[in-house]
Structure formats: C-alpha cells, structure tokens
C-alpha cells in the first residue's frame, strides 16, 4: 500500500519556519538542554524515547503556572494507570489569564450566530464573568469533585461558564442542545449532576428550536440537580420556573482565584459511545488537557497569542474542547453558532472574513461539500490573514488538500488532525516547519508513541494497520466515571494488545514520517466529526413496533464519500413502505443525532450474528468495504452463515465496496 510518489504541495519558507513556536522550541532545546535535531522527526523520536525528558522540558518550556512542584514526572509506563507529575498542584485556567493584564481590552472572545450579530468579548470582561460565575457556583454549594452539567451551544457564554466550573475544581461535561433528549440523559445521568446550565433554544438553518420543554424534562430526569441555570438565547425573556437567570451568576464583583488541585484532579467528562450499551463517560484531568491543549494548539497548530483561531464545532464534540484550549495560549478564540451551510457555504467564510481569522478549522466534510458547490471563499470577504486551514472530524482525501491551496492560496498551511475524545488529543497532525504531501498528515504528535500494528502485535512500516499508542499520554483517561475497577476502560482500549492502547482506526506511518487514516477500524459510526455508538441506534430503532432487529454500518473509506446503510428485519406483515422509512429518520433524529439518519434503510431477512447471539458488525462492514468472506467471517462460529449470502450479493450488486488499488 506504499505511495512511491506522493504530490509535494506545499514547503514552509524560512521565515514560516523562524517564526513557528516549532522552531523555537527546538532553539530552546539547544540552548538549554543541549539537545540538537536534524529535523522534526529527530525530536520526535527523541521525544517518545526520553519520554519523561521531553515532559519536563515542555513543562518548563511553557513554564506551567502551579503552587506546589513535581515529585517525579512519570512513575511507570504501566497502562491504564501511569501517574503523571506527581505532588504538582496547578489549575488549568489558571495558564489562561496569565495573559494580556496590559491588554484587558484585547478580544479573548469574538462570536456570532444565527440569533446574534458579531460580538466581542475582552479579557478583562471574560475575566470579570468567569470570577463572578465561579463566585455564585459555591455559593450554590459547588466544590471540587461536583458535576457542573451544561446543555449549550457553542456560544462565548460556554467557555465562561466552563473556565469558572474549572477554576473552583468542579467537572464539566456538556452536550450540544440539537442532541436528541434520549442522548442527553443518557450521558448526564451518569455522572450525578450538581447544577446544569442550559439554554431556551437556538437557531439552527433560520428555523427556531425551543428546548424549554426538554429542560423541563432533563430537571425531572435527573434526580440529583440541586441548581439549574437558564440562559436565555432563543428569546431574551423566555424563564422556566425554579431555575436561576444567567444574568444573575454575574452581579458579583469579586477577585479571580484558583482553585489548586493535583495534575490528575478531573477537569471534564466527555462521552465516546462504543458498539454496545451507553455512552462511554471518560474522565480528563486538569495537567493532561493542559499540556497536550499547549502542545496540539502551541506548537502542532502554532496558536500564538496574536492569532485568532477558529474551529467549527458543536459543544458536543471533543474540538470545542479543542478550541477553548486556544486561550491557554493568549489567543483569540473566533466561535460561530448555526448551519455552517446557511443561507449558504459561504456563512463560515464570511465570519471568518469579519472576524480576522488567521487559524480557519472544521470537518472535512465542510471542505468537500463546499467544493461540490463550487464555493469560492474569497467572494465572501478579505481571508488574506489565513495561514492555515485545519481539518478533521474524517479523512481529507487529496482533493481536498488542493481545493483548499486553491482557493487560499499556496501559502496557506493545509493542517489536518487526528485524533480522538478519549485522549483529547490528536495522535498525528500537523508542523508548521515541515512540508505538506497530497492527502497526508505531517506527522506524528510529540511525546506520542504512535504506531501501525499487524494483527500480530508487531509494527508494520509504510502499510496499513491499527492505530497504537505503546507508551502513555499525559491526557489518558483517568477512568471511566462509574467504571469500578476499570474493567470497561481496560476493554475499550487494552484487550487487543495487552498493556497498547489501540484507538480503533487504521493507519499507515509514511516513510517521510507522516500519517494517513483509513477510517474506522470498529464499528463505531463518526459522521462529521460526531460519534454514536451503534448500541445508540439500535435502541431507538428497534423501539419503532414494526422493527425486530437492525444492523447498521458505515462504509467510510479514504477519497469516497460515507455511505451508512440501515438494514432492518421487519414484523411479520409489516410493509417498509415511506411512511416507515420517516418514522425511522425521525426516531434518530430526534432522540439522537441528525448526522447519523441512514443513507438508505434496507429490509433483510436476518441480522448476522455469532453463536454467543453478538450482531456482526465488524465483519459486515469488512464485507462491504471489499474483503472476502473467508477473511471476515467464520461461519461455523455463526448462529446462522446463510444470512451472510444477502450481504454478499448486495456488495456485488450495488458496489460499495472500494477500488482495488
């Protein structure tokens, strides 16, 4: 699978290289450490070899702010269970308003929506807001260790609201309000909540959604909220009763504090959904999601305090947490709210424009839909401050990389990422002092042991294979909240390859040292950059009385576009008629997520399954994408192997699977 001649698009010149905070860190290395590299992949291999030498560098490098010092930076390479920076004390907003004190009029903040013009938010305002928020959060009885849940979109009062939870030791988690209700509580209620903090409603694609009533139900579902906020956003009087104004968690004029906590006190939740049962709840610490927001943002993407950076997102997925990270480094942090595609494609490129933007990031589908289109982004505004375009969410196939020097020029750095909610982190990404191939990530990140593994455990060099991490990452999950003993932990990342954490997708370790990611290599369905676990799907679909049982997969590969087939065994009688077929999207829609309404819904006569009654999912979707029976599927360890024949004749028939190469 090697690509002998790989298409050179881009080169940094000298002054691009200068300038990256890359280059200066490597300056620093010589000068203080006196440790020279020929080039990036030198101090990368340097950093997963001397790992615990490349963490206390970084540490000092960016001179993290904390009150009480490290013991040790790494006791064991054991994984799950490595502790990092032991007898640290620190708070992660903290390393954020160490900035711009000279400056408390500088933007920290610039947002607009489809319900509100462009806005801007100072330092010293945010600052204000976030002590005053946090001030009213203990006076609600909040202290380190409660849950602090918020039910938002991504609007400037979000960070607020996280950077003030963060600062007293609470837990953050949010959900993104266009979620379906069932998705919510499925998440929140895991975890215990203290006080949440919601909206009305929004807009989305000019068209109102009032949520009053799903809060309503989200305070009587969880049982243990004490507090609930209410920001109204949809309509500037809307009150619900019970809860307290947004408006009134900011009367206080009080000082700014922080908390100080050990570099593994938990800073958030966020939720990756496996195959089966609920959510996945993984807990992040405050050191983790600090250091690795300063090494993917500071020096992977080159954030520095004068750039104003911009990633499209939803505070549902793991880039809004990604993007907040921006302030750690004195950045501006550019956030829009709405149908990116609304009035049309356009609307991104526009604020982008009005905003200043230098740092424009989204999912890939973004780009390719835009360039379908036929969208010109300069006709919407002056993007001439751009100097790299980020991407991830799925693979950016090498049309994508040209559209985008294209239409930005060839100047413009084309910086994807890859990486996952369960390390809020990328594993291979971008650097800014490297050269960009056609359809190819630059590089793996620093300190991040990643490798390609055969099925045997052992690496494979310039072909596919599985992603692996095979020493820890700082921002590892602690745990999995209400994983007692960790055994769901240990099975979601450790049963393949004892003691390697395996991510899931395949990848191909280039031999200039880039990366490229093939897709998914379970079953976990990501659309846009949202995942969903297909146990999700199922139970909202198999409630619909005309559904026995149903399969679903996504034939996401490299350079095609995703293709997600439902196939249901329907009743005895019942007819899968359009009628049927609405009911279907609107089941998934509304309790889960739009993104993941199937392409097409297809009947069958049986779902596959393995003697111990398990739907083969895996197999099916290696099916479709092109391998042969004999290398997916053991019949004789299968409940019923004639129901494979159908899945045969339907990739025959309709093509899904890809081009041999």
Known sequence: MTDQSPELLWQPDQQRIERSRMHHFMQWLASNKGLSFSDYNALWQWSVDELEDFWAAFWEYFDIRHSAPYTRVLDSYRMPGAKWFEGARLNMVEQAFRFHDDEPQRPAIISRSETRPLQELSWGEMKKQVASFAHSLRQMGVGPGDRVVAYLPNIAEAPIAFYACASIGAIW????????????????????????????????????????????????????????????????????AGCTPWQQMLRHDVPMTFEQLPFDHPLWVVYSSGTTGMPKPIVHGHGGALLEGLQGQGLHMDIQPDDRYLWFTTTGWIMWNAQISGLLLGSTICIYDGNPGYPDLGTLWKFASESKVTFFGAGAAYYLNCKKAEVRPTDFGDLSRIHSVGSTGSPLPDEGYKWIMNELGDDVLVAPISGGTDVAASYVGCCPIMPVYAGEMQCRSLGTAVYAFDDNGKVVEDDVGELVVTKPMPSMPLYFWGDEGGHRYHDSYFDTYPGIWRHGDWIRITARGGAIIYGRSDTTINRQGVRMGTGEIYRVVEEVPEVLDSLVVDLEYLGRESYMPLFIVLRDGAELNDDLKGRIRAAIRDNLSARHIPNEIIPVAEIPRTLTGKKMELPIRKLLLGKALDQVANPDAMANPDSLDFYIRFAEERGTAPESS
Request: with cysteine.
């Open 173 to 240: 988690s949010s959900c993104s309000p266009d979620m379906g209700t069932r998705s919510v509580i499925d998440r929140f209620r895991q975890i215990d909540p203290k006080v949440m903090i919601a909206v009305d409603g929004y807009r989305y694609g000019g068209k109102d959604f009032d949520r009053l009533d799903v809060v309503r139900g989200l305070k009587e579902e969880l049982s243990t909220l004490e507090q609930v906020v209410l920001l109204p956003y949809l309509n500037d009087n809307a009150t619900l």
